[in-house]
């Protein structure tokens, strides 16, 4: 008998052929399936992350809504923190400008207060001098002109223009008339001025 050379040159399916059929209606069936629940209304998704996540080594890939929703508010309070520290930044710089005009104004308040001091102590000289140059002018009214006008002309002009002024005008001119013309003309120019 001789056998029939049509069936020897057909060849049967190898493995890989079949591999790949049984793939394809696999996943033909699949997404047939997830249509139809996706139709009915089923979150295959949320399904499909949940039980991939339960799997080990896949479960860190894959993330729930959950997780997703957990990672977006994390993310909103760094922002929130970051803006915070932002604010904080500003104030305590504000804090610390407010801390140097303090200081400036401290410093101010110091010098004042010994200015107010200062004041009231030459208030007090001028006080003491005035009693004293209305004492002198009352013993200077009292002598002659020609020996007073000698004795004003060796005090120093703060001294004798303030005397000066508080004597008589008639006493006054007898006195800078009895006087060295320089000094007389001096002591006048400053109780004009003055």
């Known amino acids: 008998m001789a056998?029939?050379?049509?069936?020897?040159?057909?060849?049967?399916?190898?493995?890989?052929?079949?591999?790949?059929?049984?793939?394809?209606?696999?996943?033909?069936?699949?997404?047939?399936?997830?249509?139809?629940?996706?139709?009915?209304?089923?979150?295959?998704?949320?399904?499909?992350?949940?039980?991939?996540?339960?799997?080990?080594?896949?479960?860190?890939?894959?993330?729930?809504?959950?997780?997703?929703?957990?990672?977006n508010q994390l993310e909103e309070k760094d922002q929130q923190i970051?803006?915070?520290?932002?604010?904080?930044?500003?104030?305590?710089?504000?804090?610390?400008?407010?801390?140097?005009?303090?200081?400036?104004?401290?410093?101010?308040?110091?010098?004042?207060s010994s200015q107010i001091v200062e004041l009231e102590d030459a208030q007090e000289n001028d006080t003491e001098n005035s009693d004293s140059i209305d004492e002198l002018a009352a013993s200077f009214t009292a002598m002659k002109p020609k020996t007073a006008a000698p004795i004003l002309e060796t005090m120093e002009a703060d001294i004798a223009v303030p005397l000066l002024r508080q004597l008589d005008s008639e006493v006054r001119g007898e006195i800078l008339g009895g006087m060295d013309p320089e000094i007389a003309a001096e002591y006048s120019d400053l109780l004009v001025n003055e």
Do not use: C
């Open 3 to 71: 056998t029939n050379p049509k069936k020897n040159n057909e060849k049967k399916p190898s493995v890989f052929q079949w591999l790949i059929v049984i793939l394809v209606s696999l996943i033909f069936a699949l997404l047939i399936t997830v249509l139809i629940l996706y139709v009915m209304g089923v979150d295959v998704g949320k399904y499909t992350k949940e039980t991939l996540n339960k799997v080990p080594f896949i479960d860190e890939q894959v993330t729930t809504d959950q997780e997703e929703l957990h990672a």
């Open 82 to 112: 970051d803006k915070l520290q932002e604010e904080l930044d500003a104030l305590q710089y504000e804090v610390q400008t407010k801390d140097g005009t303090i200081s400036e104004l401290e410093e101010e308040i110091s010098d004042l």
